[in-house]
Every structure is written in C-alpha cells, then in structure tokens.
C-alpha cells in the first residue's frame, strides 16, 4: 500500500510504501534473502528523515500496542512496540508510576522511543530512556526472534537502544517505570536576563530538581539578548494520578498555503511568552500534560509552519565551549534572518546511555525550530552545524534531514560499529545520506 506516512517536519512529502507489521514479520521469520528494504514506523514524530526509507518499505508499528504485563508492586511493564507513551501512563498512573523519561510528546511510541534513545527534562538525574529498558524482542532478516538484554544479546542491545530502527523490528519491550507521588508538578519559574544568567542558574537548579529546561526568547536583541525563563519541577505528594488525555482545544484543521511563523509573529509570540511566564511568583501546582506535553495541546502545529515545514536543529555543545558558542549560535540566527517558535536550552549530564549510538552527552542542548525558507534556511543550518562540530559537539539525528555525512561522522565515530550490526535488510533514508553516501564510508564498514 501507499500513503504519505509524513515525518513531523514535513519538508519532504510524497507517498511512501508501507506493509502491516503482521506482513512484515511474516516475510522476516522465513528468513527470505528477497525481502525489500525495511524500515519501521511508529507514529511520525521523528522531524526528519530517520523514519523514512523511499528506496524499500515502512512497516506499520502502531497497531501492535497491547500492553502484555504491568506489575504494580514493581513498576515493570511489557508492551508492544507500537504502545504509545500516552497509553503506557494510561496504563500504569493508577498504580503510582509515570514514565522515568520522556521526550516533549506523548505521542511517540515505545518502539520509536528506544531506536531514538529519547531524552527529557530529567536527563542529568535519570539518562535517556535507554538507561529504563531492561529487554526486548528484536526480529532480524535470518528468521530469528533475538531476546535482548545487557546480558543477552548484549551487542544488539547496545546497537538498537539508539540505533534509529536498523538493527531489525523491535516487537516489544520491557520497561521499569518510575513510582512517583503524583502525576501533578510543582513548577517554579525563574527570569534570567540573559544567557550567563542562565548558565549561572543551570547547574544548581539540576542538583535541587527531577526537571529543569529553559525556554529563550531567540529574537531578544540589545540588552534584552539572551532572556529566558528557567523552568523547573517535580512531582507533588498530593496523590493525583488521573491521566486522561485532553482533547486538544486548539487545532490547525487545514494546510496553510503560508508559513504563518514569520519574524513579526514570533517576535510578538515571545514577547507575550516572555511576560506571561514571567509573572509567576513561587512554586505553583500544574497538570503534568502541561508541564511536559505543552505542544501536544494543539492538535497539527507543524502545519502553522506551511506547506514547506521546518526544519529542527538540536546540537549539544560540550560544558567548557557552551557559554561562547550558544550565544553566537542564536546571533548566527538572528543574523541569518531566522526566527525560532520554540528555542529551548537543556543540560545533559553524565548519566551513560546503554545504547551506541545516543545523542546526549555531557554538555548543553539547544534546539530551535525554523520554517523551511528554502537555500537560506538551508545556509544556516549547515552554519549551525559547522558551529556544533567545532566546538566539539554533535547534532541530534532524529530531529535531522538534511546534515552533511561528513558532520554526521564527526560527531558519532562509533556509527561503523551500528554499520556492523546492522540488518541488511534494514535501512532509512538518513543513514543512506550520512553513513553510506560514499564509497569510503562502506570502506570503512
């Protein structure tokens, strides 16, 4: 079957052949040497082009999503990989647990969750999503079901806990969920006036917090540069664990035939932000859907950024280089003629991944979002990465579809080793453009 099966930037859109996961396991456990290039998809939250295969087939993840066992006493739960981040708290907030980690939707599914080793607020406390998983059922191309765990198949547990779904079709997986006091958080929100005052405030607000992220007014200019709230939370004791989801108030029914994200737009939109946020005095109760899923409350954003998408640029720059090279990264921005709806700062500590290929590391995050303009976006990506590189950081390749092999490699030299490890009947677009672009990349393999 065809269909449009979009990522969330939704830059390149076409139809893309897809086959039910019951299809494709079915083909995988005869172990045909003549299968088409394979590629799983959950729910289309990835930005770019790591959840696209054009060259094979997707395989449909998401209606796999019962949920096999849930242990209240312990907080494990096996699920299927398409279970969505949503319905596993559904699931399981009864009993006191929340998820240990979770990225800014709860849309993504459990499968997409581990190939993309998602991170959240908490990483310095909790590591990435990885760092929860104790096993999975991994299906490869030979025809065998591979059980992995550290112990287990251990090679292949590294290679998939990040591996952007090329070792094979995650079928399901086993969780160790957080217990926790209730859903609801106790946020506070702190001003800072500009980026040193951030960076002066991160490290301490890490050390008393689950959570601490900072949003950044990107347009700021003169002596308001660099200003920003710093938010934080944790869980209150107060026994709330009602999770239903809330029909999302605000939508975008249609596509618009424009970007409707311009300079003016979002000047103003950060402007208000920046004030409304700014206001709150103290620490103060709010919903966790607020606090963690804000966007999820408009129903197709992405659509706001018209018909050509965005583009999101996530980089995480090391601790000794982020205090120069943040600030000129937004400059670079700014400069560029860019603006940025969401530019948010995060601060990665040294929790180790499991997985091989996992984007964070010791350091800070940024990540800002831009409609696609065309060669000029396209300009000040490639600045922003170039900066990111040089700095001795890397770029977030779930959020990425369009940087260079060359910047990939730089930034994640352990990626010949995914390359070994990879099912040869698995494959996607992102790492057709990075790791196998040339011939001295397969060389190297």
């Not at 310095?124 to 059980?147: I, N």
């Not at 005052?197 to 601490?212: H, M, P, R, V």
């Not at 010949?416 to 040339?438: H, I, K, M, V």
Request: charged fraction near 20%; charge should be neutral.
């Amino acid at each position: 079957m065809c269909a449009s099966f979009d990522n969330f930037g939704r830059v390149v859109r076409r139809e893309r052949q897809a086959m039910p996961a019951e299809l494709a396991m079915r083909d995988l456990l005869r172990g045909s040497a003549t299968l088409p290039s394979l590629l799983a998809f959950g729910n289309g939250r990835s930005y770019g082009d790591s959840c696209h295969n054009d060259a094979g087939s997707l395989v449909q993840m998401r209606p796999r999503k019962a949920i096999c066992l849930f242990d209240p006493e312990t907080g494990v739960i096996d699920a299927e990989a398409g279970t969505s981040l949503e319905e596993i708290v559904t699931h399981a907030a009864p009993f006191g647990y929340f998820l240990p980690v979770t990225p800014g939707t709860r849309f993504v599914t459990l499968g997409g969750a581990i190939a993309n080793d998602v991170h959240g607020k908490n990483h310095h406390l909790r590591g990435t999503f990885g760092c929860h998983v104790e096993s999975f059922e991994l299906l490869r191309s030979d025809g065998v079901r591979y059980h992995c765990t550290p112990e287990e198949n251990r090679e292949l547990f590294a290679a998939t806990i990040g591996g952007l779904g090329l070792t094979g079709l995650i079928l399901s997986a086993r969780l160790k969920l957080m217990r926790v006091g209730s859903l609801d958080i106790q946020e506070r929100i702190t001003r800072f006036a500009n980026l040193d005052g951030y960076f002066d405030l991160a490290e301490a607000a890490d050390a008393e917090n689950e959570y601490a992220v900072a949003w950044v007014d990107q347009l700021a200019s003169g002596s308001a540069a660099g200003r920003g709230v710093l938010i934080t939370g944790n869980h209150a004791d107060n026994g709330n664990f009602r999770s239903g989801t809330k029909r999302a108030r605000l939508g975008v029914p249609f596509d618009l035939p424009f970007s409707a994200l311009n300079r003016l737009s979002l000047t103003l939109f950060n402007s208000a932000y920046f004030r409304a946020k700014s206001r709150h005095r103290g620490t103060h109760l709010t919903d966790y859907g607020a606090f963690f899923y804000p966007l999820d409350g408009v129903k197709d954003w992405n659509k706001l950024y018209g018909p050509a998408g965005l583009y999101q640029h996530q980089s995480v720059i090391p601790f000794e280089a982020a205090r120069s090279v943040i600030p000129d990264m937004l400059t670079a921005s700014r400069t560029a003629g860019h603006a940025s709806f969401l530019t948010v700062l995060k601060r990665f500590g040294a929790v180790r991944s499991p997985g091989l290929l996992s984007f964070p590391r010791p350091g800070y995050t940024l990540t800002m979002d831009f409609p696609n303009r065309g060669p000029r976006t396209l300009a000040l990506l490639e600045t922003l990465d170039r900066m990111t590189v040089e700095a001795g950081g890397r770029m977030n390749p779930y959020k990425d579809q369009r940087m260079s092999a060359a910047a990939f490699r730089a930034g994640f030299s352990e990626w010949p080793q995914l390359e070994g490890l990879r099912d040869q009947n698995f494959c996607s677009d992102f790492w057709r453009r990075t790791a196998l672009s040339d011939e001295r990349a397969r060389e190297m393999t």
